[in-house]
């Protein structure tokens, strides 16, 4: 079996280690993948792919994009790059494309023109109307259905009738890998001494840090030796979300928060911190939660995608309203005082990881509904 696995965002993140990881898995079953991206902004990915041997293709592609200039230019070049996709299509000769994300319109359509069966990756809970509007027509026409979770179907598909295989995968996470018993601590981290806050993630309006820097803020007021981290890549296109945070850390003059930018092993970061803090606003399947309670980490986190699933509010972790500082900090306070509380929220986060979140069965879903998808 052949696969053609497309995504419009080359930069290395959740979307784009889960596309690596289930291919290496799927090589091991007879089943091939391809990569299609962009080429631009590719380098890491690129990386990643040659390390775990899978083919990829970089073209030239626009992605959708918010601001004025990126729209016109996915606007101009829209049918153009369809017709190179297509062509790309033919060439490979797939059995079915996978493409990711409910706003890759050019996957879907050049897949079927190139008259391929297709499988649509859905990974988010939050996009702009038009999105939707062109999801529901455009969604007819596939032939396969992939949700990150159960709050992503009912975002995109409630009230729809849908007679077509839908499948319910989770992102993964190699707890093979992510595994605190063989991973060694980040040693820079370690200079700190006290307890180390972390947050992971692209710095992205999204991610709601504004809200662990309010938390932060009240922390401080009643606890020494504190330490907060957010490990994420701080791209130019959120710029000014960026010096947002940094004014905000500047104003509560916060000297013990700070940005460590993407980071190439975050299993060293995890390690070496002792609570874990998703702020988010909105989310899938959170990743980078579900590295943390592999890594055995006492999480703190909002009420978003799919983390009430797999974290049970006081059982192994605690689960906060969305853009609430207070009750941030609040948990994150019962923790810091608590450290049998951590040690025992952390290793039940870590059996869930391990029974519900492991990257073998998350590549073995994405292989029954490729067959389910080419036996209809």
Known sequence: MKVLNIILDPRLGGPQWRIAEVAKRLKEEGI????????????????????????????????????????????????????RLKRLIKKENPDVVHCNASWQWKGVIASKLAKKKVVWHLNDTKMPFYIKIVFKYLVKKVDGIIVAGSRVKGYYLKNFIIEKPILEIQAPVDTEKFNPDIVKPNKNLLKYK??????????????????????????????????????????????????????????????????????????????????????????????????????????????????????????????????????????????????????????LSREVAINQLDINICSEKHGEIYKEVIAK
């Open 32 to 83: 091939e993948t391809i990569v299609v991206f962009p080429d631009k902004d590719s380098e890491k990915f690129k990386k990643l792919l040659n390390d775990y041997g899978i083919e990829y293709r970089a073209i030239k592609l626009n992605k959708l994009s918010k601001s004025i200039v990126g729209f016109l230019k996915w606007k101009i070049t829209f049918i153009p790059q369809i017709l």
């Open 194 to 347: 006290g307890i180390r806050i972390l947050s992971v993630g692209n710095v992205n309006p999204y991610k709601g840090f504004e809200c662990f820097i309010d938390a932060a803020n009240i922390l401080n007021k009643k606890y020494k030796d504190l330490w907060f981290f957010v490990a994420g890549n701080l791209f130019d296109t959120q710029k000014k979300y960026i010096d947002y945070l940094k004014k905000k850390i500047e104003d509560f003059d916060l000297k013990n928060f700070m940005f460590l930018g993407g980071v190439d092993n975050i299993k060293e970061v995890l390690k070496s911190s002792d609570i874990y803090v998703c702020s988010s606003v909105a989310e899938a399947s959170p990743q980078s939660v579900w590295e943390a309670m592999a890594m055995k980490k006492p999480i703190v986190s909002t009420d978003v995608g799919s983390v009430p699933d797999f974290i049970k509010d006081n059982k192994n972790g605690f689960i906060v309203e969305i853009k609430k500082s207070e009750q941030i900090a609040n948990k994150v306070g019962v923790l810091i005082e608590n450290k049998e509380l951590r040690e025992s929220f952390g290793k």
